[in-house]
């Protein structure tokens, strides 16, 4: 059992676990010349370690949060880092409308929270 609440041991191994998953599945868009079986190699290299990851935030996450509420979690970790990833590291534009999905997104985060 880890040293630190459950529940903020999960959310820390989910983020690590997204933040190398999306390295493996965006990362390389920003070198565009490197040869694409040299490419999927890294990729396969960056997401072993998002399962290393992955795999004990869901193991120790079970029974405190629902499969179902993990799985809630993992996306909304997914889109922070991503919105992240994407701004910083590709100098992507997020705009109004990628908010507004976003939002909505995490607004489905409350409805499978709340206890009806």
Known sequence: ???????????GLL??????????????????????PLVIL????L???EYCFQVPANRY???YFSVVQLKVIQEVIT???FVAFSTLYLGAQIKWNHILGFALI???????????
């Open 15 to 36: 983020m690590l676990s997204n933040i190398f998953m999306t390295f493996a599945w965006y990362g390389h868009l920003k070198y565009r010349g490197v040869a694409l």
């Open 1 to 11: 059992m880890p040293a630190i609440p459950i529940p903020l041991f999960t959310i």
């Open 47 to 49: 997401a072993f370690f």
């Open 79 to 81: 889109l922070l880092v």
């Open 106 to 116: 995490v607004a489905a985060v409350f409805v499978i929270f709340k206890e009806w």
């Open 61 to 63: 996450g079970y029974g």
């Open 42 to 45: 890294i990729s396969w290299g």
